[in-house]
């Protein structure tokens, strides 16, 4: 039998760039350009090799706030 009190409640997600795209409405390319260029947006995290993704919590702040973290 599994302890839940050894795990959270909730999982933080690591979300796809399709995923976040989608979430904001926007293109991934929209979505590299906020964060590449314009700096307005969190910065992926790295999971392996190329591959990246937003942590959930991330991108909910981003839009509660409007603010990159």
Do not use: H
Request: hydrophobic fraction near 40%; proline fraction near 6%; charged fraction near 30%.
């Amino acid at each position: 039998m599994v302890n839940p009190s050894k795990y959270p409640s909730k999982f933080d997600r690591v979300l796809s760039a399709d995923e976040v795209a989608f979430i904001l409405g926007k293109s991934k390319k929209t979505l590299w350009r906020l964060w590449r260029k314009q700096n307005a947006f969190p910065k992926p995290i790295l999971i392996a090799g190329r591959c990246c993704g937003w942590r959930e919590s991330t991108v909910n702040r981003f839009l509660e706030t409007g603010e990159v973290a």
